[in-house]
């Protein structure tokens, strides 16, 4: 049994020969019982440790047995296999389980403590083929063997598009739908030699497995193909690397002169964000020949709005592009102060709107003014998650009193009451106050290893935590007040069952 508090401090002991044990010198509060046991299905249970004298509260809490899975491994002439590494794992909405086991001697293997359910196999062995997310329905299949043949490296061939050799790609093999971490026998990245060749080991045994090979390379735009292993083995499988395409953009004002130190973003497949230089110039190297969108900004000469360039047309487009700040007559000012009204300094400030956006940061006195603006409604933006955040919408220029009052985001925390085995689940905050705050919901996925959640990060406000399961809430608590930097709690979300 192990028993944990919410300050994270641990004590183990272990049941005697009645299933008993005595937990002494624990602090008064809430505690978490974990209760383990090599044939039981992991359970929990929530302590309340009274303050003061008295006798201590009995608890009784029943273990339901879980199911074995036993197997041999062999290689393909019917000999043992020592050291092989076997995963079972599931990743349910309830939440991710797995187990893990190494093969004797002997080539045999056992998982015990396994809830019923299909669950994904993985095997693996140095010098071997390995066995990837093969399905096993634990409680009804019991003895089984597995087969891991000699290893065989495939070869992987990186090119450029016109058919020559590209050295130094780098080769990533991934099997999908197999969960993460469930085949480290397979190598997980090769560098292309001079040759253009790359060695891929411990791929699946079964030659017609999916998998998907993504290349990168410091000068060319990455890419990806989906193959199979069958394909990989015969070697003929190669991965082109299209020519890199570049944007070249130029800032410049309403007059032509060229503008040193705006703000340039692209967004498209690739996203990315530079200043120009003391010519105005900004080069965007490495890109793949699609569709972009780029805008320059600055704080006072105003946005050049959006301005669509498309690599992929014929004759490629005109370099370099010109973004033209026009200064609009809207101006945004303000200030950004703490929850005590005191000012704060170099806070990110951001306007968005539909005839561009700007960005700035605050003086030493809090304040922050954006000017060149065209007319129009902007959301204006304040802080970081860290330091919290503050937004006002509906903005319309110009504004020259905006108050941004940032508070530290605070936290909740608290226990599930379940009473069956250890599950898992997702535990959604949904901001329910202030009314003209923007909807928001973080979610915090966690595993069947402890009934407890803590989820950080929480603009103050007033939430509803709910406990999810397979899309449907199981169990939930409203009104929750989150203050600012504060930890709420112990949140108890109780599953009727």
Known sequence: MTLGSSLRRFLAVETDGDGQCALRGLEPGLQVAQIRHPDYLTAHQLLEIPTGGGDPPLYEVRLHRGHRLRGRVDDERGNPVALAGIIVSRAADEGPERSRATSGGDGTFVLSALAPGTWSLSAWAAGRRSIASRPV????EDDIRLVLPADRPATVWTRRADGSPLPGARVTPRVPEAPPGSLPGIQPSRRSDDRGQAALHGLPADPARKVILEGDHNDYPDTALETTVEELMQG???????????IEALVVDAEGAAVAGARVALAGPV???LSSTSAGSVIFRRLPRAEFTLEAWTE??????????????????????????RPGPGVLAGRVVDGDGLPLALVPVAAEGPEGSARTATGEDGSFRIEGLAEGTYRVSAGTRERGTARIGGVSTPAGDLLLRLEPPGSVFGFILDPGPARGFSIAAQREEPADAEPSSRVYRFSSKEPRFEIGGLPPGRYRILLMRAGRSEAEAAGVEVRPGERTGPILLRIEG
């Open 137 to 140: 329905e634990i409680g009804s």
């Open 236 to 246: 003929n499988v190669a991965l082109v690397f299209e020519e890199p395409a570049e």
């Open 271 to 273: 996203s990315r964000e």
């Open 300 to 325: 006072r000469r105003g946005s050049s709005g959006p301005v669509c360039v498309d690599l992929s047309s014929t004759p490629p487009p005109a370099m370099p592009v010109p973004l033209v700040l």
